[in-house]
DNA sequence: TGCAAACGTTGAGCCCGATCAAATTGTCAA
DNA sequence: TTGACAATTTGATCGGGCTCAACGTTTGCA
């Protein structure tokens, strides 16, 4: 792996109090990994050796349950840190985390976690949003889960992917990672079977285009209605 | 209110590498407050001028949802940091939190946070951890509304209570503050008649015992594998 | 190219838990 | 002590979404 250019993660407000002496030299300290589709860039209960900056791709963010069930929670994009275990003060990662498509990732042991954050003020502000933002997001699926129907859990799920990861084409917004009726039900507490359904309905609609693992949302108004319940 | 007495909170493992003079210090900035029963500490959304030590006493935290509803995020006991916007990133509340019996609290100005972060790496780590347990919580709540019956959905939250803010009895686990089926309710997404009606079930089976605003697990066992889903 | 596995669609039936309704009991304030 | 209200219990009914089942389609691998 050639040298990496810190201008990569420059712009990112994370590092902004980063000189740019400092960002070579914690680019320097870190190590490219490509994670091919399908992959996991770690695993679940797995020593946390090294935390992590998703630089391209997504991955799927997933709990594997004692009962053997499995929810999503979440899928991340490029730009976002993954692996963050010693922001939450644990030893071992919480969670599996898998390429959904090849990715680009750029990881730092462990151990130099505490300097960093007590070095960077903008970094350590950084995280903290980040935590905040995905315990607010966990919140909030918790009230959908307890007060909404299937059908607006299922608007909302697309919804949360097309603000994260959507991508605009001339008739919409497209997930841009294959997807499947089985994530989305584990995304949302529900069988394929209803999610397929749904799906249907909303395409003979137009709210929705779907085939084989891939969404494209044609009418994002619409489905603001229904996740509101007001359609 | 008289001078406190720093040995409130040097048991506790966040302050370990704060020195008696710091301890000092620390607690001299913090303002006492007494919030009697069903007063707010703070509120959702009001500006976060403070962040609070639970000294003495339960408090539910709560969110209103954009649609009114309610939903508890958790009950917080003796010990336990709240209404820690600036860890989260936030210059807001982002939920109710209410006494629910006269309680003590400790609060600082959220000015001091970044100093105390900076400068107390135990405090920091201290912090890491309750957002992570907060974290893993909230996923484990997803999971339960996810792929459990109401029945183990109430026992588990029973199981969580008892672990947080339970009191031994004689006969056995006492949950130490009012708590209605309502409340129940809130917490796990389901409605007040089934939560009468599964208490009702379980007090003749001698596994519960119950009354206005009280509950007494009797046999936590029982109520264990009624979570699993193995009774 | 062909096969097998994964993915998606659709239908029928039914159960769990929500909704509507109403009586009863316990608690607090006057 | 008593009235008023809040909390709880219980019954009856209804419907959304899960379960079970079968089939069609696409992908990937040999």
Not at 34 to 60: I, P, T, W
Not at 122 to 134: D, E, H, M, P, Y
Request: proline letters at 3%.
């Amino acid at each position: 792996m050639a040298s990496l250019d810190p201008s990569l993660i420059s712009g990112m407000p994370m590092f902004a109090d980063f000189d740019q002496n400092a960002l070579v030299a914690f680019v320097g300290k870190g190590h490219c990994h490509l994670v091919a589709k399908n992959h996991h860039v770690f695993s679940q209960d797995e020593e946390a050796h090294s935390f992590f900056l998703l630089l391209d791709g997504y991955v799927r963010v997933e709990q594997v349950r004692p009962g053997g069930e499995v929810i999503i929670v979440r899928y991340a994009s490029a730009g976002e840190l993954i692996g963050i275990a010693p922001a939450l003060g644990r030893t071992t990662y919480p969670a599996n985390t898998i390429a959904v498509v090849d990715c680009v990732v750029l990881g730092w042991p462990c151990s130099i976690w505490r300097d960093i954050v007590s070095r960077y003020p903008s970094f350590a502000a950084g995280v903290g949003q980040t935590i905040g933002a995905r315990l607010q997001e966990a919140h909030d699926r918790i009230a959908e889960m307890a007060t909404e129907q299937v059908q607006q859990r299922i608007a909302n799920a697309l919804l949360r992917l097309a603000n994260q990861t959507g991508r605009k084409t001339e008739d919409g917004i497209l997930i841009d990672f294959p997807i499947s009726r089985q994530d989305l039900s584990d995304m949302t507490g529900t069988t394929l079977h209803t999610v397929s359904r749904t799906l249907s309905a909303w395409e003979k609609q137009g709210i929705v285009r779907s085939a084989r693992k891939r969404i494209e949302i044609l009418s994002g108004h619409r489905l603001v209605l229904i996740a509101d319940n007001r359609a």
